[in-house]
C-alpha cells in the first residue's frame, strides 16, 4: 500500500508540474513565439497562415522585431488574409527609404534634387554638425503601423484579440524591455528599431531599440504563462562562416550576429519535448529583401507543412477552431475628433495647427495619417508621431512633432565625374546650404557652390507671404564660369573658351504645392566670353550688359529626379530683354529654354522615358545653344555642337536587372537610347545644320553617390565614344 501511495504521489506531481498535462480533456494552450530577421520575418506570415489551415488556436503570441510586426498586427485582429494582401500592394523600398513619395514633397524642397549630392544632410548648429537619428527614418513605417493597428491601445495587451508580448532592448542598460500594455504601435516600433538604421523610440525616459540584441526568440516570456506549449519559429541569419567574411560590412554583421545568435541559444534551451521549433529554409535571403516578401511568406507555410504531422495533434474540431476565430474582434478605425499639438522651437506653431485641423468635428483615421504624411513631406520633422486619447467620448490626438535634428541649418555635399574615350575628364565638387523658418512666414536662405572647371556660386532669399500663402517673392544673385571647346566638321577640338555670366534678379510667383511653381520677374546682368587655348582669332572677346524680364514654369512630379521610374517633369523659361538695361546690339533679345518628360516602368522592370529639350535665342541676339555628350546626341563630345538653338528628342529604356537596399539606392540598370539632335545657326559653316542620329548602350547604377554611367555612345558616321560618369544631367 506504501508502494502505491508512492506510485500515485508521483504520478500526480507529474501531471501537475506539467500544465499540458494537467487535465487531460483540456486542450494545451498554444503560445506561438516569432523571432526577429528583417524582412526575413515574412515568413512569420505563410506560418501563421498554413497554422490557421491545421485549424490551431494561438493563445498568445510574443515577438520581437519583424516578428512584433507580424505577431502584433495579427493580435490586435487584423485577417491574415487581408494583411498578406496589404504587404503584397506595400511599395517596400519607399516605406523602407525613409522618405515620403518624392510627387508629394512640396517642391521648394526638392528643387535641388536634380544637383548631384550625396543622400545626406549635415545639421549646424552651435558650431558643430549634426547627423539624422537614424539612418531611414522611421515616419512612414509609424504611419503604416498605425493603419494597420488602428491606433490598438489597452491597458493590458492581454486585452487584445490575442495576448501579445513584444520585446525591445534598453539601449542604456542592454535589458530586455517587454511591452504588456500601451500604445500597441509604439511597442511594435520599438521592437523593430534597428540600431543605426531607424531611428531610435523613447518611452517614459528610456531610449529603446530593436529587441534582437537583448531576446531575439523570446520563449521565456510566453511559456509557462499564457501557454503550456509554444511554437517557436526562428527566421534570424545563421552565422557566417570564415571564408564568407570579406568585407568590413561581413565583419560588422557577424559581430552582430554572434550576441544575437548567444540570447537566441538560450531561449532555445528552454524549449521542452512538446514544444515545436520552426525553422523556415531562407539560405541566404538578405534581411533587406522586402521587395520578395510573398516569397519569403511562401518559405514559412513550407516549414509548417514539413511539421504538418507533429503539430495537427493540436488542431480542434471545426466547430471549436471557428468559435475561437469568432472571438477576435477587431476593433473599428477611429475618427479623429480634435487635435493638441505639442510647442515647437522653430517652425511655426500655428501654421502647423492650422494644416492638421480637424473640419467638421472628425476625420476618418486614415485621412488624419495622410495629413500627418503630407506635413511631414515638408521637411521640417524628423517625425510626427501620437498617441490616441478618449476624452468626454472624444478622440484626441496628441502630436508631437520632433523637428529635425539636422536642421533647421543644413549642409548637402556632393561631387561629379565626367570623361569620354577621346575627350578630357572633369570633376566637380558641390555644396549647398539652407536655412529654413528664418521668420514666422517661413523665409529660407539658399546658397550653392560648384567648384570644378566650371564654377557656379549661387545665393537666394525665398520668403512665402505668410506661413501657409502659396504666393512669394524671391531675391537671387549668382555667377556663372563655364568651359566650351570649339570643334572642326572633323570632330577635332580647336580651342576652349570662357563664358562667364553674372546676374541678380527679383521675381514673384505661385508655388504649386507639390507639382512645382510659377514665377515673373526682373533681371539684370553681364555675360562676357574669351578664348582660353587656342587661336584668339577663332571667337572674338564679347562683353554685354543685359537686363529684362523672364517669366518660368516648373512642374516636378519624378519619384527619382536622378533615375527616374515613373512621373512626368518639364520646364519652361523665357526671358526679354528691356531696352533702357541692355546694351543696343542685343535689347531685343529673346531666350528660351524648355525640357519635357515622361516616364514609365512596366511590371518587368524595364522602363521608357521620353525627352525633349530645345533652347536657343532669337537671331538678333548672340545666345549660345549647346548640344552634344552622353545621352545628349551620344557619339559626340559634351557641348560639342554650339548654335543659335538646338533641339533633342530622346527615348530611353533600361531594365532593372538587381535591387539594391533602399539606404543604397534603388538598383542596377541595362539600357540604351535612340536620340536625334539638331542646331540652328552654327557657328562655323561646315557644321551640319539636319537632324543627327546618335543612340548608345550603357550599364549603370542608382547608388548611394548618385547616377552612375559606364557606356558607348554612336555617332553619325560610325563614330564611337566611350562614356563614364557620376551625376550625369540627362
Known amino acids: 500500500m506504501k508502494l502505491c501511495r508512492i506510485l500515485l504521489t508521483s504520478i500526480f506531481f507529474v501531471i501537475t508540474a506539467h500544465p499540458a498535462l494537467a487535465n487531460l480533456s483540456t486542450p494545451p494552450r498554444i503560445g506561438v513565439v516569432l523571432g526577429g530577421g528583417g524582412a526575413r520575418g515574412f515568413a512569420?506570415?505563410?506560418?501563421?497562415?498554413?497554422?490557421?489551415?491545421?485549424?490551431?488556436?494561438?493563445?498568445?503570441?510574443?515577438?520581437?522585431?519583424a516578428g512584433s510586426l507580424i505577431g502584433g498586427i495579427y493580435a490586435s485582429g487584423v485577417p491574415l488574409s487581408q494583411l498578406a494582401e496589404t504587404f503584397a500592394r506595400t511599395d517596400w523600398d519607399l516605406l523602407t527609404s525613409g522618405k515620403p513619395p518624392r510627387a508629394d514633397v512640396p517642391y521648394i524642397r526638392k528643387r535641388e534634387d536634380t544637383r548631384n549630392y550625396l543622400d545626406l544632410t549635415l545639421g549646424v548648429a552651435d558650431g558643430k554638425l549634426r547627423l539624422p537619428r537614424g539612418a531611414i527614418n522611421s515616419q512612414s513605417i509609424d504611419l503604416y503601423i498605425r493603419y494597420l493597428t488602428r491606433d490598438a491601445a489597452a491597458g493590458s495587451f492581454?486585452?487584445?484579440?490575442?495576448?501579445?508580448?513584444?520585446?525591445?532592448?534598453?539601449?542604456?542598460?542592454?535589458?530586455?524591455?517587454?511591452?504588456?500594455?500601451?500604445?500597441?504601435?509604439?511597442?511594435?516600433?520599438a521592437s523593430m528599431a534597428v540600431p543605426g538604421v531607424f531611428d531610435a523610440v523613447n518611452v517614459d525616459g528610456r531610449v529603446l531599440v530593436d529587441g534582437m540584441l537583448a531576446r531575439n526568440l523570446p520563449v521565456s516570456d510566453i511559456k509557462g504563462r499564457c501557454a503550456d506549449v509554444v511554437i517557436a519559429i526562428?527566421?534570424?541569419?545563421?552565422?557566417?562562416?570564415?571564408?564568407?567574411?570579406?568585407?568590413?560590412?561581413?565583419?560588422?554583421?557577424?559581430?552582430?550576429?554572434?550576441?544575437?545568435?548567444?540570447?537566441?541559444?538560450?531561449?532555445?534551451?528552454?524549449?521542452?519535448?512538446?514544444?515545436?521549433?520552426?525553422?523556415?529554409?531562407?539560405?541566404?535571403?538578405?534581411?533587406?529583401?522586402?521587395?520578395?516578401?510573398?516569397?519569403i511568406a511562401e518559405t514559412g507555410r513550407q516549414a509548417v507543412r514539413e511539421h504538418a504531422a507533429l503539430l495537427s495533434r493540436f488542431s480542434r474540431s471545426d466547430q471549436d477552431y471557428q468559435a475561437w476565430r469568432a472571438s477576435l474582434k477587431r476593433k473599428a478605425a477611429p475618427h479623429i475628433n480634435e487635435v493638441q499639438l505639442k510647442e515647437t522651437s522653430t517652425v511655426n506653431r500655428q501654421a502647423l495647427q492650422e494644416k492638421l485641423a480637424i473640419p467638421a468635428g472628425e476625420v476618418p483615421q486614415k485621412d488624419f495619417l495622410d495629413r500627418l504624411q503630407s506635413v511631414f513631406a515638408e521637411g521640417d520633422y524628423d517625425s510626427l508621431s501620437y498617441t490616441l486619447q478618449h476624452v468626454d467620448g472624444r478622440n484626441v490626438a496628441a502630436v508631437m512633432p520632433v523637428e529635425r535634428n539636422s536642421g533647421p541649418n543644413t549642409l548637402r555635399f556632393g561631387l561629379s565625374l565626367e570623361g569620354a574615350s577621346d575627350g578630357d575628364a572633369t570633376f566637380a565638387l558641390l555644396a549647398s546650404q539652407r536655412r529654413?523658418?528664418?521668420?514666422?512666414?517661413?523665409?529660407?536662405?539658399?546658397?550653392?557652390?560648384?567648384?570644378?572647371?566650371?564654377?557656379?556660386?549661387?545665393?537666394?532669399?525665398?520668403?512665402?507671404?505668410?506661413?501657409?500663402?502659396?504666393?512669394?517673392?524671391?531675391?537671387?544673385?549668382?555667377?556663372?564660369?563655364?568651359?566650351?571647346?570649339?570643334?572642326d566638321g572633323s570632330h577635332k577640338r580647336l580651342a576652349d573658351f570662357n563664358l562667364r555670366e553674372r546676374q541678380i534678379g527679383l521675381a514673384?510667383?505661385?508655388?504649386?504645392?507639390?507639382?512645382?511653381?510659377?514665377?515673373?520677374?526682373?533681371?539684370?546682368?553681364?555675360?562676357?566670353?574669351?578664348?582660353?587655348?587656342?587661336?584668339?582669332?577663332?571667337?572674338?572677346?564679347?562683353?554685354?550688359?543685359i537686363g529684362g524680364i523672364e517669366s518660368s514654369l516648373t512642374i516636378d512630379q519624378f519619384d527619382n529626379p536622378r533615375w527616374p521610374r515613373k512621373g512626368y517633369a518639364m520646364q519652361l523659361k523665357v526671358q526679354k530683354a528691356i531696352e533702357a538695361w541692355t546694351d543696343p546690339a542685343f535689347d531685343q533679345l529673346v531666350t528660351f529654354d524648355g525640357s519635357f518628360d515622361y516616364v514609365t516602368t512596366t511590371a518587368q522592370d524595364l522602363t521608357l522615358r521620353l525627352t525633349g529639350k530645345f533652347n536657343g535665342g532669337t537671331d538678333e541676339g548672340r545666345y549660345i545653344a549647346p548640344l552634344g555628350g552622353f545621352l545628349n546626341l551620344s557619339g559626340?563630345?559634351?557641348?560639342?555642337?554650339?548654335?543659335?538653338?538646338?533641339?533633342?528628342?530622346?527615348?530611353?529604356?533600361?531594365?532593372?536587372?538587381?535591387s539594391l537596399p533602399s539606404a543604397l539606392g534603388t538598383g542596377v540598370y541595362l539600357g540604351g537610347s535612340l536620340e536625334a539632335g539638331r542646331v540652328w545657326g552654327g557657328l562655323w559653316q561646315e557644321k551640319r545644320s539636319s537632324w543627327l542620329p546618335a543612340g548608345s548602350v550603357f550599364i549603370g547604377a542608382d547608388s548611394l553617390i548618385g547616377p552612375l554611367f559606364v557606356g558607348a555612345g554612336y555617332g553619325e558616321g560610325g563614330r564611337l565614344i566611350g562614356y563614364f560618369y557620376l551625376g550625369a544631367d540627362y
Not at 163 to 189: I, W
Not at 259 to 265: H, P
Not at 445 to 470: D, H, I, K, M
Not at 523 to 544: E, H, I, M, Q
Request: hydrophobic content about 40%.
Open 44 to 65: 512569420h506570415l505563410g506560418a501563421l497562415q498554413e497554422l490557421e489551415k491545421l485549424k490551431i488556436p494561438i493563445s498568445c503570441i510574443a515577438g520581437t522585431s
Open 158 to 189: 492581454d486585452e487584445l484579440p490575442i495576448p501579445f508580448r513584444a520585446l525591445a532592448t534598453d539601449l542604456e542598460t542592454g535589458d530586455a524591455v517587454v511591452f504588456d500594455k500601451g500604445d500597441l504601435s509604439t511597442a511594435l516600433r
Open 234 to 295: 526562428d527566421v534570424g541569419e545563421p552565422l557566417k562562416k570564415s571564408k564568407d567574411i570579406e568585407s568590413w560590412l561581413d565583419v560588422l554583421s557577424q559581430s552582430i550576429n554572434l550576441g544575437v545568435n548567444r540570447n537566441v541559444r538560450e531561449q532555445l534551451a528552454l524549449l521542452g519535448p512538446d514544444d515545436v521549433l520552426l525553422q523556415p529554409k531562407l539560405g541566404s535571403t538578405s534581411a533587406t529583401a522586402f521587395s520578395d516578401s510573398m516569397a
Open 436 to 487: 529654413v523658418w528664418m521668420n514666422t512666414a517661413g523665409g529660407t536662405w539658399f546658397n550653392e557652390a560648384r567648384v570644378g572647371e566650371n564654377l557656379y556660386l549661387g545665393s537666394e532669399f525665398y520668403q512665402p507671404l505668410t506661413a501657409t500663402s502659396p504666393f512669394f517673392v524671391s531675391a537671387r544673385a549668382f555667377v556663372r564660369d563655364d568651359i566650351y571647346s570649339l570643334y
Open 508 to 545: 514673384g510667383g505661385l508655388a504649386l504645392g507639390k507639382y512645382g511653381e510659377w514665377r515673373l520677374g526682373l533681371f539684370r546682368g553681364d555675360l562676357d566670353s574669351a578664348v582660353k587655348v587656342g587661336d584668339p582669332a577663332l571667337l572674338s572677346d564679347t562683353r554685354y550688359h
Open 636 to 658: 559626340y563630345q559634351k557641348d560639342e555642337l554650339l548654335g543659335q538653338r538646338a533641339a533633342l528628342a530622346r527615348v530611353m529604356g533600361y531594365w532593372r536587372v538587381a
